[in-house]
Nanobody, 125 residues
Framework: EVQFVESGGGLVQAGGSLRLSCAAS????????IGWFRQAPGKEREGVSS????????YYADSVKGRFTISNDNTKNTVSLQMNSLKPEDTAVYHC??????????????????WGQGTQVTVSS
């Protein structure tokens, strides 16, 4: 059973920073992608960033490029998302998810196989 431990969410003022962490376990794929997605009230879930285990390739949504950085510690199956220069529109529940092989690394929720429960990020203006 794939399990996730997500942490790091909270309340921050605009311009501030947060660091989200996702520890995933219970799978043994040779190649996989861990992605971060977010969903605000009344909106569809959208991709934020992802990282591929085999080569460390990273992907970002245009809305977060230059502000968010994803990193992966393969030894611990832990992925972190450093979020800087936060804006009120970044407010959402952030979920991490795993895409198993064959991987595409696209930031499309439907292709991800396993999902964490999410952590709330609130950015005040």
């Amino acid at each position: 059973e794939v399990q996730f431990v997500e942490s790091g969410g909270g309340l921050v003022q605009a311009g501030g920073s947060l660091r989200l962490s996702c520890a995933a376990s219970g799978f043994t794929f040779d190649d996989y992608v861990i992605g971060w997605f977010r969903q605000a009230p009344g909106k569809e879930r959208e991709g934020v960033s992802s990282i591929r285990s085999s080569d460390g390739s990273t992907y970002y949504a245009d809305s977060v490029k230059g502000r968010f950085t994803i990193s992966n510690d393969n030894t611990k199956n832990t992925v972190s998302l450093q979020m800087n220069s936060l804006k009120p529109e970044d407010t959402a529940v952030y979920h991490c998810a795993v895409e198993g092989p064959p991987v595409t690394a696209h930031l499309v929720p439907l292709i991800y196989d396993y999902w964490g429960q999410g952590t709330q990020v609130t950015v005040s203006s």
